[in-house]
């Protein structure tokens, strides 16, 4: 066997492990780079922006997070959920919905721990969470990237609301303009509610309208879906107040046909696969999920989920639905807000949950893990591009070189 054979020999095996070889450098197509960084979770990405700039630039693009977003709200949307216990400090806890039943939950460290200390949760859009503190801080925190951002305080709120008012929040998206916005609506009650709109892209709070005083809000907290922001709100009757992002307009929306109206302290919204829901309760009889059909503020309802009391569930207080698994076979139910089970529609059979170092009183959160910082000012240049590449090539012959 001469020189030339044996090289050959030797070198064969890695032909396997990648899409060619040229002159003893593994070579992978510069699209083949971003899709394989694309595809892995969070916490694998935020080491990889340490081996190199062009890495940590390719990952903080705006492209890419959009794309990995995208991808993840695709395969595996409200994948995780973050608890706020009621004691210990307002401690904050970390899990995956799929996995609730057979791992401890995470408890957030310090310095995260001691900023979030108080707040409690407002809502939740593409991995961000919107956070209140003190009554009068808005924070946003990406749970997976551990980043938080202390919103400004609203300087424009006029004399009449300061001296008599009472604050309501909402967070949401607006596609539109693609920025992030926080919605805080101030009612005097005699002169109406004053409504003040956060962008994040300019970072400052303009003043949008005032709604008149003839509604009442209420929910402290707006839920967001579909562009809008929706409260449950009276005006004489119950109604649904939605506020559109893109145009910064409230719209007042009837109930679904067929709910009582008039009734006090017995409805609530939720979101649930992204899509705007309505809890009604009747105490000793059922509780009856209705989902709102339509995108935008148009108003088409459809009774999504009726639980009968008792029932497989027993005796409970309050039900509605949280996120489904992520086969999208089960159900994950918050039942009575202190205890979840999981739900079978088909089988028409519940699991319960029993969650692992969470303590027994608290909130509970879904969210999207993402990528999504709170600055739009990364920028990859075509040179980045390039060294991207070149540094993709070399580790992935490094660890082809590594397995022979």
Same mark, same amino acid.
């Given at each position: ?11 064969? +095996? ?6 060619? %070889? ?16 694309? @595809? ?8 990889? @922006? ?54 401890? #939950? ?13 707040? /409690?949760? $407002? ?19 990406? +749970?997976?990237? @551990?980043? #938080? ?19 309501? $929040? ?30 994040? %892209? ?33 005006? =004489? ?11 910064? @307009? ?13 009734? !006090? ?5 939720? /979101? ?21 059909? !339509?995108? =935008? ?16 569930? =027993? ?19 918050? #039942?009575?807000?202190? %205890? ?5 529609? !088909? ?24 990528? /999504? ?32």
């Amino acid at each position: 066997m001469n020189p030339s054979q044996s090289n050959s020999t030797a070198s064969s +095996p890695a032909q396997t492990l990648g899409p060619g %070889k040229l002159n003893g450098t593994l070579h992978c197509p510069i699209e083949s780079v971003f899709e394989i960084l694309l @595809r892995l979770p969070v916490k694998p990405l935020l080491r990889c @922006r340490c081996v190199c700039k062009p890495w940590c630039s390719l990952i903080d693009s705006k492209k890419f997070v959009d794309k990995h977003l995208q991808r993840n709200i695709e395969s595996n949307p409200d994948s995780g959920i973050i608890f706020r216990a009621y004691t210990e400090g307002n401690n904050f806890y970390m899990a995956d919905v799929d996995s609730l039943n057979d791992s401890t #939950v995470m408890e957030l460290a310090d310095p995260l721990k001691t900023q979030l200390y108080g707040a /409690v949760f $407002v809502g939740s859009c593409n991995g961000v969470v919107c956070l209140w503190k003190d009554e009068t801080d808005v924070l946003l925190w990406n +749970p997976a990237t @551990r980043k #938080v951002r202390v919103l400004p305080i609203p300087n424009n709120i006029p004399i009449p609301f300061m001296l008599m008012q009472s604050d309501a $929040v909402g967070f949401g998206y607006d596609h539109l303009s693609e920025d992030y916005k926080v919605v805080r609506f101030v009612d005097s009650q005699l002169q109406g509610i004053m409504v003040s709109v956060y962008s994040l %892209k300019s970072n400052t709070w303009t003043r949008a309208e005032t709604i008149t005083n003839t509604i009442r809000l209420r929910m402290n907290f707006g839920i967001f879906a579909n562009g809008a922001l929706y409260w449950l709100a009276a005006k =004489g009757a119950h109604i649904i107040l939605a506020f559109d992002l893109g145009v910064e @307009r409230h719209t007042e929306l009837p109930l679904p046909a067929g709910v009582n109206k008039t009734e !006090e302290n017995r409805m609530g919204l939720i /979101v649930f696969n992204r899509c705007v829901c309505l809890i009604d309760h009747y105490p000793d009889s059922h509780t009856d999920i209705w989902m709102k059909n !339509e995108n =935008g503020v148009d108003n088409s309802w459809s009774k999504f989920l009726a639980v009968e009391q008792p029932g497989i569930l =027993g005796s409970f207080k309050i039900v509605w639905p949280v996120a489904f698994s992520q086969t999208r076979n089960n159900i994950l139910l918050a #039942v009575d807000g202190d %205890k979840f089970t999981w739900y079978d529609s !088909e089988r028409n059979e519940v699991k319960k949950v029993i969650i692992q170092g969470l303590p027994g009183s608290y909130a509970s959160l879904v969210y999207t893990e993402s990528l /999504v910082h709170f600055s739009y000012d990364f920028k990859l240049e075509l040179e980045d591009l390039l060294k991207v590449y070149i540094y993709m090539c070399n580790f992935i012959s490094m660890v082809t070189n590594f397995r022979l």
